[in-house]
């Protein structure tokens, strides 16, 4: 095969595996690269078969002498070759690999690495992981620390070590360090090159873990410059419309005042925060995050409130017609009697002839349609933004001369990783609830109280209740094997634990209407109990609906129990949630249980870094693609680090034409929330 460069597709390189590759993330050559391995094993101990102790795991280098198939009682192959290194003989052993035979011939000279077993006399290694030894070239799966990926289906960690060390070896010099040298000295790194190289074939364990530093370092280094970029640009010679924040004090008091509430400590702070922002004349960027009740409407209010005294319409968007109806209601409720006009723009409404009918337009998606002139639109507030495109926010804001924006969300996403994925946002946070609202008791169910469980949720049904039964996912995203257990879940409940109740099962592989008709018969209380698959709408508000069960509850971060939880509890009735866990470790019961007393999404956030690092972050995998790979959200440190780096060379991007090509490449990968 000719040289390639690392740019290269693998549709063209690797035709035949692009669609397993594809599985690990692997789509240019360069990925390879970047494909780091999980562990590696050692065999690091090259020896002589004379001088391998018993039971040691050793490398040990001979000819061939003999090799073939032999067929056991029970009608098995199994392959046996004996290699002489003028030191000794070594039997070995492979079970059912015929194409062994094949590849090793007679007179070959092999590197075998393995567990020394047998006895003095006759020594053997069962299965090991062997490779011809050729002139001019070292061993890559033998006598070393030999690296372990990750694999799948069809390629293996063998197949995977080839490819590395031949690019590696044939694409070295195409592997230039990006990072100002200065820079790279001062943080004390390893040069990417070298980086690269020893996080797959490692002198040492010490060595292997300084290369993954560095390879963490870059891949935040650029999450934070590419934001930074973003910010810059949101920012650029752009100028934000002036809100006349302290001309309005008083109105805002007066507001205040009218609310038949008083507003949070947090909702105050965000109010300020966003105050800051559109009097600031730069345009407003910001993301507004709490948990679902917390009171984020009424932030939101308070800015188009200040946006209409200053002179500009609003526009609040939500992803669904009956959220948009729920805002219009509210936001009418409370700004109407300060003689705002407040219209409603849904899919199932027609056209808005006049554009200055109104201060404040609400609607789905339908506010972006193309009849829709906005005559000074100095505000967009956007509710539960992740489930909008990046293209449907970018119309919107085209809409108007860069307005200010505000997206909602109740993703409880830890303020770290705010920080670093977002960073070229502003964030606020509503981390505590209004008062007098009631928590849902929550409740770690021990084995042995099962069955006393289902007697009380029998109880509850009686009285009226709903009650949600959550089946653990078995795979990461629901496939059918979650299915059919959820299936057999069902069928024993309603066969051995509730037969006189009315039970509905509710999951991921449902057609959309067959979901919609379950909800809605579930909503008007033909069913008593629903069993679901954690994919259930996080939308669903059914008020009567006051007991959540979770089963297998260790499978799932705190924050995604905490979303799943907060599927009931919507009406006035204390709502309880229960939660039961498959295995008994401390470490689990210690995590599962911080659900009894915390009771806010972003908090929980934080403690499943601190449980479980990045890789089960709640929020994080949304579009299906992980954020950090080599690094972790919760390396703060690393994190601030990076910032910092970030930040200082940020200004000086230019002279450093490599650094700048490489953000170009890698900021098409990281999706901003803008
Ligand atoms: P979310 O953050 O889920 O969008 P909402 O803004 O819909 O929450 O508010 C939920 C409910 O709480 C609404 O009925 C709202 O009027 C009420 N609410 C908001 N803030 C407060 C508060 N400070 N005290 C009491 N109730 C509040
Ligand atoms: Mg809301």
Same mark, same amino acid.
């Given at each position: ?33 970047? /494909?780091?391995?999980?562990? $590696? ?33 029970? /009608? ?40 020394? #077993? ?22 890559? /799966? ?27 070896? #044939? ?7 990006f990072l100002p040298e200065g820079m790279q000295k001062e943080l004390q790194y390893m040069q990417l090159p070298a980086a690269i190289r020893y996080v797959h074939f490692p002198e040492n364990l010490d060595q292997a873990q300084k290369a993954k530093e560095r390879l963490a370092f870059d891949e935040v280094f650029f999450v934070q410059l590419s934001a930074i970029q973003r910010r810059n640009e949101w920012r650029k ?184 994925? $977002? ?252």
């Open positions: 095969m000719k040289t390639m460069r690392l740019t290269t597709p693998i549709t063209i390189s690797h035709k035949a595996y692009a669609k397993r590759l594809e599985k690990l993330g692997i789509v240019t050559l360069q990925d390879f690269l970047l /494909h780091l391995p999980h562990r $590696y094993d050692d065999f690091s101990i090259v020896t002589t078969i004379a001088a391998s102790p018993i039971g040691t795991v050793v490398t040990v280098q001979g000819r061939i002498m003999a090799i073939k198939n032999v067929y056991t009682r029970n /009608h098995k192959k199994i392959q046996q070759a004996e290699v002489d290194d003028g030191t000794g003989i070594l039997e070995i052993v492979w079970f059912n690999q015929p194409f062994i035979i094949k590849t090793l011939k007679v007179g070959d000279v092999i590197s075998v690495g393995g567990r020394i #077993e047998g006895n003095m006399i006759r020594k053997k290694i069962i299965s090991p992981v062997y490779e011809l030894l050729h002139q001019n070239s070292e061993p890559i /799966h033998t006598g070393r620390l030999v690296p372990v990926y990750p694999e799948t289906a069809g390629v293996s960690s063998k197949w995977l070590r080839r490819q590395i060390y031949r690019l590696l070896t #044939e694409s070295s010099q195409e592997l230039v360090d010679d752009k100028t934000g419309f002036l809100f006349e924040e302290e001309k309005f004090s008083k109105a805002m008091n007066d507001l205040k005042k009218s609310l038949p509430f008083s507003l949070t400590k947090s909702q105050q702070r965000a109010i300020e925060e966003i105050f800051v922002n559109v009097s600031s004349g730069k345009p407003m960027n910001r993301l507004l995050e709490g948990d679902v009740g917390s009171g984020k409407t009424i932030v939101a209010a308070f800015v188009i409130y200040l946006s209409f005294l200053s002179g500009y319409q609003s526009v609040l968007m939500a992803p669904t017609e009956i959220l948009a109806q729920q805002h219009f209601a509210t936001i009418k409720k409370f700004l109407e009697p300060q003689g705002m006009k407040i219209v409603l723009q849904t899919g199932s409404k027609k056209n808005i002839k006049n554009e200055s009918i109104f201060d404040i337009l609400i609607g789905t998606h339908a506010v972006l349609s193309e009849n829709i002139k906005f005559n000074k639109l100095g505000l967009v507030v956007i509710d539960e933004q992740q489930r909008f495109g990046v293209e449907q926010r970018s119309i919107i804001r085209q809409k108007g001369k860069n307005p200010h924006l505000l997206t909602m969300t109740a993703t409880p996403i830890p303020r770290t990783v705010a920080l670093t994925l $977002y960073g070229d946002l502003d964030v606020s946070y509503l981390d505590e609830m209004p008062k007098g609202r009631k928590e849902i008791k929550t409740w770690l169910v021990p084995a042995t109280k099962r069955s006393g469980a289902y007697q009380w949720i029998a109880k509850r049904i009686h009285d009226g209740d709903q009650v949600f039964i959550i089946c653990p996912f078995i795979e990461e995203s629901e496939s059918m094997t979650t299915v059919k257990a959820a299936t057999k879940e069902f069928e024993r409940l309603q066969r051995d634990i509730f037969p006189t109740f009315r039970l509905a099962m509710l999951h991921g592989k449902m057609k959309a209407k067959e979901k919609d008709t379950i909800l809605e018969t579930f909503r008007s209380h033909e069913y008593d109990i629903l069993i679901a698959t954690p994919v259930v709408e996080v939308g669903i508000d059914i008020p009567n609906a006051t007991v959540m069960v979770i089963e297998g509850a260790e499978r799932f971060g705190l924050a995604g129990l905490h979303q799943l939880r907060g599927r009931v509890g919507r009406g006035e009735k204390q709502s309880f949630c229960l939660l039961f866990a498959q295995t008994k470790s401390p470490q689990t019961f210690v995590r599962l249980k911080a659900l009894e007393t915390l009771h806010i999404g972003a908090t929980l956030a934080e403690m499943d870094l601190k449980f479980r690092g990045s890789g089960e972050l709640y929020g994080t995998q949304q579009h299906g693609k992980q954020w950090l790979k080599i690094a972790s959200f919760s390396e703060t440190a690393l994190i601030e680090k990076a910032k910092q780096a970030a930040n200082k060379l940020f200004p000086h991007l230019r002279e450093y034409p490599l650094l700048s090509k490489k953000l170009v490449q890698q900021s098409k990968q990281f999706i901003s929330p803008d």
